[in-house]
């Protein structure tokens, strides 16, 4: 009978410390999923201002210009990403146009002036801080739930139940520094 007991135990105890290894994979997914969506949340924010921003070059500008074109191709292209990888590279792209973009505007002291493009360089300036700032819990997540389902014991699990390996967030070096604003 009281091997019975022990099986008994064994198997208990098994069963449990499998509950908790596959409910904390699951945890570290689901906060690896919540904060790519905080980042989405700040990119679509930017997607959305960096029409505003060109508009309100185009119109002291009077013309199109190239630069204005390769801004709105890359906004195109960061729209249309999917994965972080590719996301990354695309919204890389998108902020070196913007910071051409704003290097072009300086050419025009009334634009400069203007309180609402000040305003939205200000937004703009505020929302890349916060996709930086998104960008490393991301990272930071992805880092522990990578090393969750690739250690032991939680690889024995995670390979079984089909947790795979998530990307980090990386951005181009270029990206790596806050669009400046002129005093």
Request: proline share 3%; charged share 20%.
């Amino acid at each position: 009978m009281s091997l019975f007991w022990g099986i008994a135990a064994a198997v208990v105890l098994l069963a449990g410390s499998l509950a908790l290894i596959y409910n904390g994979l699951v945890r570290r997914r689901n906060r690896v999923d919540a904060t790519w969506s905080d980042i989405d949340v700040l990119l679509r924010r930017r997607h959305d201002l960096v029409p505003n921003v060109v508009a309100a070059v185009q119109g002291y500008a009077g013309h199109e210009s190239q630069t204005m074109r390769a801004v709105a191709e890359a906004r195109a292209s960061a729209i249309g990403a999917e994965g972080p990888r590719r996301v990354g590279e695309a919204e890389s792209s998108l902020a070196g146009g913007v910071r051409s973009l704003f290097a072009d505007a300086e050419a025009y002291p009334q634009l400069q002036a203007s309180a609402s493009y000040v305003q939205l360089q200000q937004q703009l300036t505020s929302t890349e801080n916060g996709i930086e700032h998104a960008r490393q819990f991301y990272n930071d997540a992805v880092y522990g739930y990578n090393n969750a389902i690739q250690t032991l014991p939680g690889s024995l699990l995670a390979r079984a139940l089909g947790f795979k390996v998530r990307e980090f967030f990386q951005a181009a070096a270029s990206e790596r520094t806050a669009i400046g604003m002129r005093p």
